[in-house]
């Protein structure tokens, strides 16, 4: 493997340049993202009192920033290195974390998710 695939420099994105397509690495981003949607989105199941959707908010909010951090980022700066994929990977298995903390959060216990939600907010 050449240096250049270990570390390369973040390339900008200008307006005018074409469309850039999503790669196989973003999308496995977005499908662990699901999950944890999904986690966060269970604690409506039988309660819809005013405190639970505020919980829900709240959660929903806190995956919602990192998916959004990540995609600006993605978005406007191009790299594809080995130091990226492995920041998107400690990311992934962070809001995987996050997913399994969720019904602990929900019963008042938020030390595993504030552990596991103090990671890197974006792979730069």
Do not use: K
Request: glycine share 4%.
């Amino acid at each position: 493997m050449s240096n250049q695939s270990l570390l390369a420099p973040p390339r900008l994105l200008s307006s005018w340049q074409q469309e850039r397509h999503t790669t196989w690495l973003e999308l496995f981003y977005d499908l662990v993202l699901v999950v944890a949607v999904n986690q966060v989105s269970l604690v409506l199941i039988g309660d819809l009192s005013t405190t639970t959707i505020f919980v829900f908010l709240g959660l929903f909010l806190l995956v919602w920033w990192t998916w959004n951090n990540h995609t600006v980022y993605t978005t406007r700066f191009e790299t594809d290195d080995l130091v990226y994929r492995l920041l998107t990977f400690f990311q992934m298995f962070a809001i995987v974390g996050i997913a399994i903390e969720v019904p602990q959060a929900v019963l008042g216990h938020t030390q595993g998710l504030a552990i596991t939600y103090a990671r890197p907010a974006s792979p730069s």
